[in-house]
Protein backbone atom coordinates (compact mmCIF):
# COMPACT_ATOMS: atom_id res chain seq x y z
CA UNK A 1 0.00 0.00 0.00
CA UNK A 2 1.20 3.65 -0.64
CA UNK A 3 0.75 6.18 2.18
CA UNK A 4 0.57 9.49 2.00
CA UNK A 5 -0.06 11.53 5.55
CA UNK A 6 -1.62 14.07 5.82
CA UNK A 7 0.07 17.73 6.87
CA UNK A 8 -3.06 19.01 8.75
CA UNK A 9 -2.93 17.36 11.44
CA UNK A 10 0.85 18.12 12.01
CA UNK A 11 1.66 21.02 14.53
CA UNK A 12 1.77 24.01 12.76
CA UNK A 13 3.68 25.91 15.24
CA UNK A 14 6.69 23.95 14.50
CA UNK A 15 6.81 22.10 11.45
CA UNK A 16 10.15 21.01 11.20
CA UNK A 17 9.96 17.63 13.74
CA UNK A 18 7.11 16.33 12.13
CA UNK A 19 9.10 16.83 8.34
CA UNK A 20 12.01 15.15 9.23
CA UNK A 21 9.57 12.73 10.46
CA UNK A 22 8.20 12.15 6.75
CA UNK A 23 11.34 12.31 5.27
CA UNK A 24 12.35 9.58 7.82
CA UNK A 25 9.65 7.36 7.55
CA UNK A 26 8.52 5.20 5.18
CA UNK A 27 5.63 7.11 3.41
CA UNK A 28 5.42 7.39 -0.37
CA UNK A 29 4.06 10.80 -0.52
CA UNK A 30 3.35 14.49 1.55
CA UNK A 31 -0.80 14.85 1.05
CA UNK A 32 -1.26 18.55 1.34
CA UNK A 33 -5.09 19.99 2.06
CA UNK A 34 -5.69 23.11 0.76
CA UNK A 35 -8.80 24.72 1.95
CA UNK A 36 -10.71 28.20 0.91
CA UNK A 37 -13.37 28.93 3.31
CA UNK A 38 -15.66 28.58 0.17
CA UNK A 39 -15.63 25.12 -0.90
CA UNK A 40 -15.51 23.65 2.53
CA UNK A 41 -16.12 25.82 5.67
CA UNK A 42 -12.59 25.50 6.98
CA UNK A 43 -9.26 27.58 6.19
CA UNK A 44 -6.12 25.58 6.42
CA UNK A 45 -2.81 26.83 4.65
CA UNK A 46 -1.99 28.30 1.56
CA UNK A 47 1.21 28.58 -1.24
CA UNK A 48 3.71 30.49 1.10
CA UNK A 49 3.56 27.75 3.69
CA UNK A 50 3.73 24.89 0.90
CA UNK A 51 6.57 26.29 -0.81
CA UNK A 52 8.45 26.39 2.03
CA UNK A 53 7.75 22.50 3.24
CA UNK A 54 8.54 21.90 -0.31
CA UNK A 55 11.59 22.85 0.28
CA UNK A 56 12.21 20.77 3.36
CA UNK A 57 10.12 17.62 2.03
CA UNK A 58 12.07 14.80 -0.09
CA UNK A 59 8.43 12.93 -0.19
CA UNK A 60 6.69 13.85 -3.53
CA UNK A 61 3.65 16.03 -3.05
CA UNK A 62 0.12 14.78 -3.33
CA UNK A 63 -1.87 18.50 -3.08
CA UNK A 64 -5.49 18.00 -2.71
CA UNK A 65 -7.58 21.33 -3.59
CA UNK A 66 -10.53 21.84 -1.49
CA UNK A 67 -10.60 25.39 -3.21
CA UNK A 68 -13.71 26.33 -5.89
CA UNK A 69 -12.19 27.13 -9.27
CA UNK A 70 -8.97 25.15 -9.08
CA UNK A 71 -7.79 25.93 -12.26
CA UNK A 72 -7.02 28.90 -10.96
CA UNK A 73 -3.89 27.74 -9.46
CA UNK A 74 -2.85 25.38 -11.51
CA UNK A 75 0.80 27.28 -12.19
CA UNK A 76 0.82 27.64 -8.49
CA UNK A 77 1.01 23.75 -7.54
CA UNK A 78 3.17 23.31 -10.42
CA UNK A 79 5.67 25.80 -8.87
CA UNK A 80 6.14 23.72 -5.37
CA UNK A 81 6.81 20.53 -8.14
CA UNK A 82 4.15 18.99 -6.79
CA UNK A 83 3.43 15.15 -8.04
CA UNK A 84 -0.17 15.22 -8.08
CA UNK A 85 -2.48 18.35 -8.45
CA UNK A 86 -6.05 16.89 -7.30
CA UNK A 87 -9.14 18.97 -7.31
CA UNK A 88 -12.79 18.55 -6.69
CA UNK A 89 -15.19 17.55 -9.44
CA UNK A 90 -18.30 19.47 -7.10
CA UNK A 91 -16.09 22.52 -7.43
CA UNK A 92 -14.91 22.37 -11.51
CA UNK A 93 -17.28 22.98 -14.06
CA UNK A 94 -14.68 22.12 -17.01
CA UNK A 95 -13.04 18.84 -15.79
CA UNK A 96 -11.31 17.79 -18.97
CA UNK A 97 -10.10 21.18 -19.54
CA UNK A 98 -8.68 21.26 -16.48
CA UNK A 99 -6.73 17.99 -16.77
CA UNK A 100 -5.12 18.44 -19.77
CA UNK A 101 -3.85 21.68 -18.35
CA UNK A 102 -2.43 19.60 -15.19
CA UNK A 103 -0.80 17.85 -17.94
CA UNK A 104 0.56 20.33 -19.43
CA UNK A 105 2.32 21.74 -16.70
CA UNK A 106 4.10 18.46 -15.89
CA UNK A 107 2.00 17.10 -12.93
CA UNK A 108 -0.19 14.00 -12.77
CA UNK A 109 -4.18 14.72 -12.46
CA UNK A 110 -6.23 13.64 -9.81
CA UNK A 111 -9.76 14.55 -9.31
CA UNK A 112 -11.51 14.02 -5.86
CA UNK A 113 -15.18 13.16 -4.96
CA UNK A 114 -17.28 14.14 -2.19
CA UNK A 115 -19.02 11.36 -0.28
CA UNK A 116 -22.27 11.60 -1.75
CA UNK A 117 -20.97 11.90 -5.80
CA UNK A 118 -21.20 9.11 -7.67
CA UNK A 119 -18.34 7.47 -9.49
CA UNK A 120 -20.14 7.62 -12.47
CA UNK A 121 -19.62 11.36 -13.21
CA UNK A 122 -15.74 10.10 -13.79
CA UNK A 123 -16.69 7.37 -16.02
CA UNK A 124 -15.82 9.64 -19.83
CA UNK A 125 -12.43 11.27 -17.90
CA UNK A 126 -11.14 7.80 -16.04
CA UNK A 127 -8.60 7.18 -18.54
CA UNK A 128 -6.90 10.75 -18.72
CA UNK A 129 -6.80 10.85 -14.66
CA UNK A 130 -3.72 9.60 -12.66
CA UNK A 131 -5.50 9.48 -9.33
CA UNK A 132 -8.90 9.44 -8.08
CA UNK A 133 -9.44 10.55 -4.28
CA UNK A 134 -11.98 9.18 -2.75
CA UNK A 135 -13.40 11.27 -0.01
CA UNK A 136 -14.72 8.51 3.25
CA UNK A 137 -15.36 12.41 5.03
CA UNK A 138 -16.75 15.44 4.31
CA UNK A 139 -14.26 17.09 3.39
CA UNK A 140 -12.98 20.31 5.58
CA UNK A 141 -11.16 18.82 8.83
CA UNK A 142 -9.33 16.16 10.11
CA UNK A 143 -9.82 13.65 12.67
CA UNK A 144 -13.59 13.03 11.45
CA UNK A 145 -15.29 9.41 12.00
CA UNK A 146 -14.89 7.35 8.85
CA UNK A 147 -17.75 6.67 6.35
CA UNK A 148 -18.17 2.99 6.30
CA UNK A 149 -20.37 3.23 2.29
CA UNK A 150 -16.57 4.15 1.29
CA UNK A 151 -15.24 0.66 1.17
CA UNK A 152 -18.06 -0.03 -1.48
CA UNK A 153 -17.38 2.84 -3.44
CA UNK A 154 -13.74 1.91 -3.74
CA UNK A 155 -14.65 -1.42 -4.96
CA UNK A 156 -17.16 -0.27 -7.58
CA UNK A 157 -14.44 2.53 -8.41
CA UNK A 158 -11.52 -0.49 -8.92
CA UNK A 159 -13.88 -2.08 -11.05
CA UNK A 160 -14.45 0.65 -13.23
CA UNK A 161 -10.73 1.63 -13.67
CA UNK A 162 -9.71 -2.03 -14.21
CA UNK A 163 -12.47 -2.16 -16.59
CA UNK A 164 -11.45 0.65 -18.31
CA UNK A 165 -7.82 -0.38 -18.63
CA UNK A 166 -7.35 3.52 -16.89
CA UNK A 167 -3.98 3.76 -14.44
CA UNK A 168 -5.39 5.97 -12.14
CA UNK A 169 -4.64 5.16 -8.94
CA UNK A 170 -7.51 5.30 -6.15
CA UNK A 171 -6.38 6.89 -2.93
CA UNK A 172 -8.94 7.68 -0.14
CA UNK A 173 -9.11 10.07 2.37
CA UNK A 174 -10.54 10.34 6.19
CA UNK A 175 -10.73 8.43 8.84
CA UNK A 176 -8.04 6.26 8.11
CA UNK A 177 -6.71 3.55 10.48
CA UNK A 178 -5.13 0.58 10.17
CA UNK A 179 -8.53 -1.06 10.69
CA UNK A 180 -10.74 1.03 8.42
CA UNK A 181 -7.38 0.88 5.92
CA UNK A 182 -7.73 -2.61 5.82
CA UNK A 183 -11.08 -2.82 4.65
CA UNK A 184 -10.27 0.02 1.72
CA UNK A 185 -7.24 -2.15 0.79
CA UNK A 186 -8.91 -5.50 0.39
CA UNK A 187 -11.64 -3.32 -1.39
CA UNK A 188 -8.53 -2.21 -4.20
CA UNK A 189 -7.11 0.98 -2.97
CA UNK A 190 -4.12 1.72 -3.92
CA UNK A 191 -3.01 4.67 -1.36
CA UNK A 192 -3.99 5.82 1.86
CA UNK A 193 -3.84 9.51 3.08
CA UNK A 194 -3.56 10.11 7.23
CA UNK A 195 -3.82 12.49 9.44
CA UNK A 196 -4.58 12.27 12.63
CA UNK A 197 -3.98 8.59 12.78
CA UNK A 198 -0.36 9.44 11.55
CA UNK A 199 0.15 12.22 13.69
CA UNK A 200 -1.62 12.07 16.23
CA UNK A 201 0.05 8.59 17.33
CA UNK A 202 2.52 7.99 20.03
CA UNK A 203 5.50 6.51 17.02
CA UNK A 204 4.20 8.20 13.73
CA UNK A 205 6.27 5.97 11.92
CA UNK A 206 4.86 2.68 13.12
CA UNK A 207 1.52 4.00 12.63
CA UNK A 208 2.83 4.82 8.94
CA UNK A 209 4.36 1.21 8.86
CA UNK A 210 1.03 -0.41 10.11
CA UNK A 211 0.22 1.34 6.69
CA UNK A 212 2.22 0.25 4.44
CA UNK A 213 1.78 -3.62 5.15
CA UNK A 214 -1.91 -3.47 4.09
C1 LIG B 1 -10.09 16.43 5.13
C2 LIG B 1 -8.76 16.27 4.48
C3 LIG B 1 -7.98 15.11 4.96
C4 LIG B 1 -7.67 15.12 6.44
C5 LIG B 1 -7.80 13.71 6.87
O1 LIG B 1 -10.84 17.36 4.46
O2 LIG B 1 -8.89 16.14 3.08
O3 LIG B 1 -6.80 14.90 4.19
O4 LIG B 1 -6.40 15.60 6.77
O5 LIG B 1 -7.67 13.65 8.24
P1 LIG B 1 -7.92 12.31 9.06
O6 LIG B 1 -6.97 11.27 8.50
O7 LIG B 1 -7.62 12.70 10.45
O8 LIG B 1 -9.36 11.93 8.84
ZN1 LIG C 1 -7.09 15.57 1.93
Redesign the pocket.
Known amino acids: MKVSP ?1 L ?2 ANFANLTPDLEMINDSNCDLL ?1 L ?1 VMDGVF ?1 PNISFGFPVMKAVSKVCLKPLDV ?1 L ?1 IVEPQNWISHVADLGAEYMVFHQEACTHIHRTVQAIHAAGMKAGVSLCPATPIETLEDIIGDLDQVLL ?1 S ?1 N ?6 PFIPRAVEKVRKLRRMIDESGSRALINV ?4 NASTGALLAEAGADIL ?5 VFGAADPRAAIDSLKVL
Not at 193 to 197: E, I, R, T
Open positions: SLSHDVHMMVPGFGGQDGGVVAGSY
